[in-house]
């Protein structure tokens, strides 16, 4: 142990003279390299910050635009399907317009038919008998 007490006293210029040298180019390295590429990471990753955001940006719009032009179409469909079922309303009054019309014929028809019985009865009763 006292080999090397001795030794670092005897060499403790030149250790302190290498120590300071490496701690100047570790300082020279630190400015010079490490921090500069810090700094570019940061920006690097500030421009990528800011691209992310810009991108959410364009969905939330083009979100927003779609789902506007969705409501628009379902407005659309709301109004056809309101023509339709005014229609499947009108469609059903004409059904039953035509199944009281039908009824209604039928008894026209038997009408005429007891009419006409009635009046082959009247013209054989009123005809001269034989």
Known sequence: MR???????DNAGPIT??????????????????????????????RIDDQIRYIDQRFDDQDRSINQRFDAVNQRF?????RFDAQDRRIEDLVRDVSELR????????????????????????????
């Open 103 to 130: 009824k209604l014929n039928d008894r026209v028809i038997r009408n005429e038919t007891r009419i006409d019985t009635l009046t082959e009865q009247l013209q054989t009763a009123d005809a001269p008998s034989p």
């Open 17 to 46: 003279v290498t120590l300071a040298v490496l701690g100047g180019f570790a300082a020279i390295i630190q400015f010079s390299v490490v921090r500069p590429m810090q700094q570019g990471f940061t920006a690097v990753n500030q």
């Open 78 to 82: 709301d109004a056809v399907n309101q």
């Open 3 to 9: 080999k090397i007490w001795r030794w670092t006293q």
